[in-house]
Structure formats: C-alpha cells, structure tokens
C-alpha cells in the first residue's frame, strides 16, 4: 500500500486512492473527546474510519482486516501506541507495510521521539488539526515525506470546532462537550493527587494531557495552566491550574458556536 499513489484533492474535496476509493483508516485514541473529533475531522475529509479506545484494540482489528493507514495515540492503556504499532509490523505481510503515522503530545521531546520513530512512517503532534491531518494521509497515501506540521492557535481551534459542529446535532455536540468536560475534570485531579503523593512524573503527565485538551478545545486559560504546571509543578501553580480546569468545564458545557 505504500507504493500507491494518492489522487490529491484539495480545496476542501475528499481525499481518495489512486482507485478513486474512500481510504480506510486504523484510528486508536483512547480520550473519547479527542477520539471523537478526529474522527468526524477524517470523515469530513472522506476517509471511512474505525476508531477503537487502545492499542491492544487496534492490533487486533489491522490483523482482521487490511487498512490503507494506521493512525495511534503514543499514550493508550492496555497498549500502547508503539508496543502496537511494532506488533503490526511484525504481522509481516500487508500489515507490515501499512503506512503507521504516530500522533503524540510529546513529538517535541526529542528524547522521547527518539524511542519509538522507528515504528512510525510519520508522525503528528497532538493535538493535530484538518490541515496537518490532511497533508499527512496524502502524503502517507502517496508514500511521500509530510510537510513539518504547523503550530495550532486558539483561533484554528475554534474555527475547527466550529467545523465539526454544522456535522453535529446540538444533542451530539453537547454530549462530546460534556465528555470533555469530564475529562479535563479528570486529569486535573489525577494532577492533583499525583501532586499530594510526591508523584512529580506523574503530575506533569496529567497536565500534558490537560494541555493538549485544553488545545483541542481552545481553552487557552488551562492551557497556559497547564503548561506552568507542567514546567513548575507547585502548590500555587496547582491552585491555578485546578481553577482554570473548573473554569473551562463550567464553559464548554454551555458553548455552541451555532449560538453565534
């Protein structure tokens, strides 16, 4: 499949193979409200998607079935993203030579990239937005190099969202608004507790995945809390923290840019 060329579609058209066909996708995420996103973001763009919650999940369905891209979170329970990706590859056969892209929060650790590229064709940051996601399947489809992924601001966030609700109804979108919601609620406790047992490790991987849902969700208060907490993680940063994560739940379970 790597040696296929894509028919690029731009201009907002949807991506196909080189046969005209819809590409299949291999998606495993396990946040519900990332998972959700991207996958109306894919779909959007045309691509028939199968999400799954964990590595383990996504081993299993690209041993079943052949898939045009494989698409996984670094950080999964029960496997995760690289113990996957290198359990595909060693399937042999068509599985090994499915173009696996790598979407990781911690892509600007060259510490960490560097102990799992070699399982990985490309790899995004996360949160990836429609343009990086886009300009990754075509060039994975078309066995090219991506292009370097750009920085997503608050105002891409919100455009994007925006986007992905004229996809949705208003019952739909609050139900992926409260799932966010309930998951910033969540980290930022797991940021606290880990905080109160003298888990430094622990802390500022909960607040990395609370920044990158906060990016995701364009809440660019607990994300800038987020960040601090993760550089310096304080009593008094985690104070400001837990109250921008309160304050972004609290919002995000009353906004609807349909509202205008």
């Known amino acids: 499949m790597r040696n296929a060329s894509a028919a690029r579609q731009r201009g907002g058209a949807g991506i196909t193979r080189a046969d005209g066909m819809r590409p299949r996708i291999l998606y495993a995420e396990d946040s519900t409200a990332s998972r959700v996103v991207t996958t109306a973001l894919l779909r959007r763009m045309g691509c028939e998607v199968d999400a ?6 996504a081993f299993h369905r690209a041993e079943a079935a052949p898939y045009d891209i494989i ?4 950080e ?5 993203g690289v113990t996957a990706a290198r359990s595909i590859r060693a399937l042999g056969g068509k599985s090994a030579e499915t173009p696996i892209l ?10 960490e990239f560097s ?13 990836a937005n429609g343009n990086e996601l886009r300009a990754a399947i075509e060039a994975a489809l078309a066995n090219d190099a991506a292009p370097a992924p750009e920085t997503k601001d608050v105002c891409e966030a919100v455009a994007a969202l925006g986007s992905l609700r004229k996809g949705l109804t208003r019952g739909s979108w609050f139900q992926l608004m409260a799932a966010a919601a ?8 797991a940021a606290a507790a880990a905080f109160e047992a003298g888990s430094r490790n622990g802390a500022k991987d909960a607040a990395h995945a609370l920044k990158g849902l906060a990016r995701s969700f364009a809440q660019a208060r607990l ?35 349909a509202d205008g």
Request: proline content about 6%.
């Open 76 to 80: 999964m329970p029960v496997m995760d």
């Open 223 to 257: 994300e800038t809390a987020a960040q601090a907490f993760e550089e310096t993680p304080t009593t008094a940063n985690l104070a400001l923290l837990a109250a921008a994560a309160a304050a972004a739940a609290i919002h995000i379970k009353q906004w609807d840019p």
């Open 115 to 127: 102990h799992w590229r070699d399982a990985f064709d490309q790899a995004l940051p996360k949160p």
């Open 52 to 57: 799954v919650e964990d590595g383990e999940e």
């Open 71 to 74: 698409l996984l979170d670094i």
């Open 102 to 111: 790598a979407l990781s929060a911690f892509l600007a650790d060259s510490t």
């Open 182 to 189: 309930g998951e910033m609620t969540h980290f930022a406790s």
